[in-house]
């Protein structure tokens, strides 16, 4: 949870901080973020594996496109399908991190179904979308992953039981 944060929130601080992407810029930026979202949840073990694998393809689509709509259709598709599994995640289990789930579900669906809409507008544009998920979305899992991990040190009972421990992580 901690690393998928921190991945997110350092793409959104590079699409805060550059100022004229270049569409080589957007397809890396995006692209080595979806590919580091793939990884974070390939170890936190939380969604299916495949969720990962479809992550993955599109910041490897991302990256072989080069192309404004190339790349933000292929983070859209990668977004989309991310977004209905935390969304049925979210709504299938009861623990202390199910509103989390809905919510960061939400945003990535939110991100997903947005990014077509401005891919006439360019690279500025589509890095800031994404990028403005992805700050809300680092955001919330790094107050999440962070009160669980006070939770578990302190011995508070953070997770419904039979909930992942290894979600922390």
């Given at each position: 949870?901690?690393?998928?944060?921190?991945v997110?929130?350092?793409?959104?601080?590079?699409?805060?901080?550059?100022?004229?992407?270049?569409?080589?810029?957007?397809?890396?930026?995006?692209?080595?973020?979806?590919?580091?979202?793939?990884?974070?949840?390939?170890?936190?073990?939380?969604?299916?594996?495949?969720?990962?694998?479809?992550?993955?393809?599109g910041?490897?689509?991302?990256?072989?496109?080069?192309?404004?709509?190339?790349?933000?259709?292929?983070?859209?598709?990668?977004?989309?399908?991310?977004?209905?599994?935390?969304?049925?995640?979210?709504?299938?289990?009861?623990d202390?991190?199910?509103?989390?789930?809905?919510?960061?579900?939400?945003?990535?669906?939110?991100?997903?179904?947005?990014?077509?809409?401005?891919?006439?507008?360019?690279?500025?544009?589509?890095?800031?979308?994404?990028?403005?998920?992805?700050?809300?979305?680092?955001?919330?899992?790094?107050?999440?992953?962070?009160?669980?991990?006070?939770?578990?040190?302190?011995?508070?009972?953070?997770?419904?039981?039979g909930?992942?421990?290894?979600?922390?992580?």
């Open positions: 949870m901690l690393v998928r944060a921190a997110a929130l350092v793409f959104g601080l590079v699409t805060i901080f550059w100022g004229s992407p270049s569409v080589q810029v957007l397809a890396w930026a995006i692209g080595l973020y979806l590919l580091g979202t793939a990884a974070a949840l390939w170890m936190s073990r939380v969604l299916p594996k495949a969720v990962s694998v479809v992550v993955a393809v910041g490897v689509a991302a990256l072989v496109t080069q192309s404004d709509a190339g790349v933000a259709l292929s983070a859209a598709a990668a977004l989309l399908v991310l977004g209905v599994f935390e969304l049925i995640h979210g709504l299938r289990n009861r202390s991190l199910t509103r989390d789930w809905l919510v960061s579900g939400v945003i990535a669906v939110g991100t997903a179904l947005a990014l077509p809409f401005f891919i006439s507008l360019g690279a500025h544009a589509l890095l800031g979308v994404a990028g403005g998920g992805a700050i809300l979305s680092g955001v919330l899992w790094m107050l999440s992953g962070l009160t669980l991990r006070h939770d578990a040190q302190s011995g508070t009972q953070a997770t419904a039981p909930a992942s421990p290894e979600a922390v992580n």
